[in-house]
C-alpha cells in the first residue's frame, strides 16, 4: 500500500524538484505562467472535471455538507494558531482551508477505496472547489468585489460544468477534447511554478511550512470527528471524509497567493511540506480506516 501512495505522490514532488532545480540554473518568470494558469487552464480543468465525472449530490448531501463543514471549521481552528504564531491570516488560513481534493484527492480515493470511492471524492471536490473560489479568494483579498469573484473565469467553468453534469448535456468531442487539453496542461505548469517559487523561500519561512503541514490535517479531522455525531454519515463516507482529512493544501492556493503578491513564499512553503508530510500522515490514517472495510 505504501508503495501506491509512493506512486501517487512521488510524481508530484519531483515535478515541484525539478522546477526547483530548474530555477537554480535560470531564473524564470513565473508571472505569465500564473495569469494563463489562473484564467485558461484552470477553469478548462475545472470545466473538464465536473463536466465529466459521476456526480451524485442527491445521494451524498451529508457528505458536502461535512466538506462545507471541514472547509470553514478548519479556518476557525486555524485562527487563532495564526494569531499566536503572528502570521498573517490571509496566507496562512486558506492553505489550511482548501486541499489537494483534486489530482491527489482523487487517485487516493480510487486508490484506497476502489472504484465506488470516485462519485464521493468528486462530491468533496466540487463543494471544496466552489467555496474555495468565492470565500476563499475573499479571504485573500478583502477589496475584491463579490460580482468579480461570481464572474470570474473558475467559477463561470464551475457553474458550466455542472450544469453540463447535472442536465446529462453531451459536449461534442470537437469541444471536450481541446479543453481537456488546456485542462491537462495546468497541474505540471502548477507543480512547476511552486518549484520555481521554493528557490525564493527564506529560513523563517520554512518555518510555518511545517507548522501548515501538522495543522492543516490535524484540524480538518478535529472538525470531522465532531460533526460525525450530528450528521451520522454511513461508515463509508466517513472513512472516506478521514482521508479527505489528509490531503495537503493545494498547489492552487500558492498561485492565488502570487496572483494577489500575498507572501507567495510563505504559501509556497506551506503547500510544500504539506505534500512531503503526506508521505507520513495518509499511510496513518489508512491503517486507521482500512481494516475496518
Not at 508503495?3 to 540554473?25: A, D, K, N, Q, S
Not at 477589496?143 to 461570481?150: E, G, N, P
Not at 450544469?163 to 502548477?190: C, Q
Not at 482529512?245 to 492556493?253: G, I
Amino acid at each position: 500500500m505504501l508503495i501506491r501512495i509512493l506512486e501517487v505522490i512521488m510524481p508530484v514532488i519531483v515535478v515541484v524538484g525539478l522546477g526547483y532545480l530548474y530555477t537554480l540554473r535560470y531564473r524564470a518568470d513565473i508571472t505569465p505562467i500564473n495569469t494563463l494558469s489562473l484564467n485558461v487552464f484552470l477553469p478548462a480543468l475545472v470545466f473538464s472535471v465536473m463536466s465529466s465525472q459521476e456526480f451524485e449530490l442527491a445521494r451524498y448531501p451529508g457528505l458536502a455538507v461535512a466538506a462545507a463543514a471541514v472547509f470553514f471549521g478548519s479556518g476557525l481552528l486555524a485562527w487563532p494558531i495564526a494569531k499566536i504564531f503572528g502570521y498573517d491570516t490571509r496566507t496562512f488560513l486558506p492553505p489550511m482551508m482548501f486541499n489537494n481534493c483534486g489530482n491527489l484527492g482523487l487517485p487516493l480515493a480510487v486508490l484506497a477505496f476502489g472504484d465506488a470511492g470516485l462519485a464521493p471524492a468528486v462530491i468533496l471536490l466540487v463543494v471544496t472547489n466552489l467555496l474555495y473560489f468565492s470565500f476563499g479568494i475573499y479571504l485573500v483579498d478583502r477589496q475584491v468585489h463579490w460580482r468579480d469573484i461570481l464572474v470570474s473565469p473558475p467559477i463561470l467553468a464551475s457553474v458550466a460544468g455542472l450544469v453540463v453534469n447535472l442536465l446529462d448535456i453531451r459536449v461534442p468531442v470537437m469541444i471536450s477534447t481541446p479543453i481537456a487539453m488546456l485542462g491537462d496542461a495546468l497541474i505540471p505548469m502548477m507543480l512547476f511554478a511552486l518549484g520555481i517559487r521554493l528557490v525564493d523561500v527564506k529560513l523563517t519561512d520554512w518555518k510555518i511550512g511545517l507548522v501548515g503541514a501538522v495543522v492543516c490535517p490535524l484540524t480538518a479531522l478535529i472538525v470531522v470527528l465532531t460533526i460525525q455525531p450530528l450528521l451520522k454519515l454511513p461508515d463509508e463516507q466517513f472513512r472516506q471524509l478521514l482521508l479527505y482529512c489528509t490531503l495537503p493544501p493545494a498547489v492552487l492556493v500558492y498561485l492565488v497567493a502570487e496572483q494577489y503578491q500575498q507572501e507567495p513564499e510563505k504559501v509556497a512553503a506551506l503547500v510544500g511540506f504539506g505534500h512531503i508530510a503526506t508521505i507520513v500522515v495518509v499511510p496513518a490514517v489508512l491503517l486507521f480506516i482500512l481494516p475496518a472495510m
